[in-house]
C-alpha cells in the first residue's frame, strides 16, 4: 500500500488555488481555510474527470447561487486571467445564471464580473441585444418551440400560461438558448447548476436527461459535475443531482426518451 504526503498535498492546493482564483494563495488561519487548499483545490480541482472551463462555470455559478460574491469574484478572475472564459462569454452566464437561478443570483455572478475585469484592467465589451430588430409574436413563439426541441431534445409545453408562454418558450429558448455568445455546452452546465440548487424534481430529472442526449456531458462528465457542485450546493443537493444521472443515464444510453 502507498501512502500519500500530506505536505505535498498542501503544496499542490495552494498552487492550485492560486492558480483558480487568480492570486496567492493566502496562508491557512483556520480549519476551514485549511479544507479549501487540501480538499477542495488540491483533491477536487486537480481531478482530470472534467475539463478547466466546466470546472470554472460550474463553481462560479454555484457560488453566486449561494450568494458567496467574493468566491464568485475568484472564479471569474481566474477563469479571465488564464483565458478559459472570455468577457463577453461571462456576460452571457450571467443573463443565463439570472434565468435558472433567479435575477438576483444573476446579478451576483454579473456584478463579480465587473469587479474582476476592473482588477485585471479589462474594457468593457459591447453585447448583442435580447433582439435589436422589431418581431412577429408567432415567429418568436415558433422559434421557442424549435429552440426547446433543439436543445431539450423533446418537445416543449404548450402556451397555454403566462410561464409557459412568456417564460419558457418566448424568451428563455426564443431568445436566451439562441444567442451566440455562450456555446450549448457552457449553458447546460450552468443549467444543470440553477435547477440543482431548484431543488425542484421535473427540471433536475428533464435536464439532466438533456445534458446527456445531446451529447454535451458523458455519464462519467456528469459524475464529475456533481462532485464540483457539491462545494458550494452541498452534499445533499448533490446527492439529489446524482440519484438524477443515476436514474436518467441508462436510459439515455438506452435511446429511451425523458418521462415526466
Known amino acids: 500500500m502507498s501512502l500519500l504526503d500530506p505536505t505535498a498535498r498542501t503544496a499542490r492546493g495552494a498552487q492550485l488555488q492560486g492558480e483558480v482564483t487568480g492570486a496567492p494563495a493566502p496562508e491557512a488561519a483556520t480549519l476551514l481555510d485549511a479544507s479549501w487548499r487540501d480538499y477542495v483545490y ?32 475568484a472564479y471569474v478572475r481566474g477563469a479571465l486571467a488564464k ?113 440543482g440548487n431548484s431543488s425542484s424534481n421535473t427540471p433536475i430529472r428533464s435536464h439532466v436527461w438533456s445534458a446527456m442526449a445531446s451529447g454535451n456531458a458523458s455519464r462519467e462528465e456528469m459524475y464529475e459535475f456533481v462532485l464540483q457542485y457539491a462545494i458550494h450546493s452541498g452534499w445533499p443537493r448533490a446527492s439529489v443531482m446524482q440519484s438524477a444521472i443515476f436514474e436518467q443515464a441508462p436510459r439515455v444510453e438506452k435511446g429511451l426518451p425523458f418521462e415526466v
Not at 85 to 110: K, M, N, P, Q
Not at 119 to 124: I, R, S, V
Open 42 to 73: 488540491a483533491e477536487v480541482w486537480s481531478r482530470p474527470g472534467l475539463d478547466l472551463r466546466s470546472r470554472f462555470l460550474i463553481s462560479m455559478s454555484t457560488a453566486a447561487c449561494a450568494g458567496d460574491a467574493a468566491a464568485t469574484q
Open 83 to 195: 483565458g478559459e472564459i472570455s468577457l463577453s462569454e461571462l456576460r452571457e452566464a450571467a443573463l443565463h445564471t439570472a434565468v435558472y437561478a433567479g435575477w438576483s443570483y444573476g446579478g451576483v455572478l454579473d456584478k463579480a464580473v465587473t469587479r474582476a475585469a476592473g482588477e485585471l484592467g479589462l474594457a468593457p465589451v459591447p453585447y448583442a441585444p435580447i433582439r435589436a430588430q422589431p418581431w412577429d409574436p408567432a415567429v418568436r413563439l415558433e422559434e421557442g418551440r424549435d429552440s426547446f426541441l433543439h436543445n431539450m431534445k423533446f418537445g416543449g409545453p404548450p402556451p397555454q400560461t403566462a410561464y409557459f408562454e412568456g417564460g419558457i418558450l418566448n424568451f428563455v429558448f426564443g431568445e436566451m438558448w439562441n444567442r451566440p455568445g455562450l456555446d450549448q455546452r457552457a449553458r447546460r452546465w450552468l443549467t444543470l447548476v440553477g435547477v
